[in-house]
């Protein structure tokens, strides 16, 4: 089982940036394609973001497309999300997961998920 750490959430106002990190306690990561999902109060967990296992292919919804940036660095094992001109509708718990990467259809393989990282965004 894959063990996920994710970092990097904080409080920003609006328009700012922040840069999620998941680090992945795995010796094949470069073998798992890689999502980040969100959760907002009172809503089901969603998919944001994910890449492929080399890095090749990327996927976006499209309420981040343009704003939001995912990579990896297989030798760090570590998968990052890069949010710029972050809205107050971004404000969630960010978790990362390893995915069956077939865009559109991209769910988590499994019900395996680190703790999360807070990310608020003031208006």
């Known amino acids: 089982q894959v063990q996920l750490v994710e970092s990097g959430g904080g409080l920003v106002q609006a328009g700012g940036s922040l840069r999620l990190s998941c680090a992945a306690s795995v010796r094949t990561f470069s073998t798992y394609a890689m999502g980040w999902f969100r959760q907002a109060p009172g809503k089901e967990r969603e998919l944001v973001s994910a890449?492929?296992?080399?890095?090749?292919?990327?996927y976006y919804v499209d309420s981040v497309k343009g704003r939001f940036t995912i990579s990896r660095h297989n030798a760090k094992n570590t998968v990052y999300l890069q949010m710029n001109s972050l809205k107050p509708e971004d404000t969630a718990v960010y978790y990362c997961?390893?995915?069956?990467?077939?865009?559109?259809?991209?769910?988590?393989?499994?019900?395996?998920w680190g703790q999360g990282t807070q990310v608020t965004v003031s208006s």
């Open positions: 997961a390893a995915v069956v990467y077939s865009p559109p259809n991209i769910i988590p393989r499994a019900d395996n």
């Open positions: 890449i492929s296992t080399t890095g090749a292919g990327t």
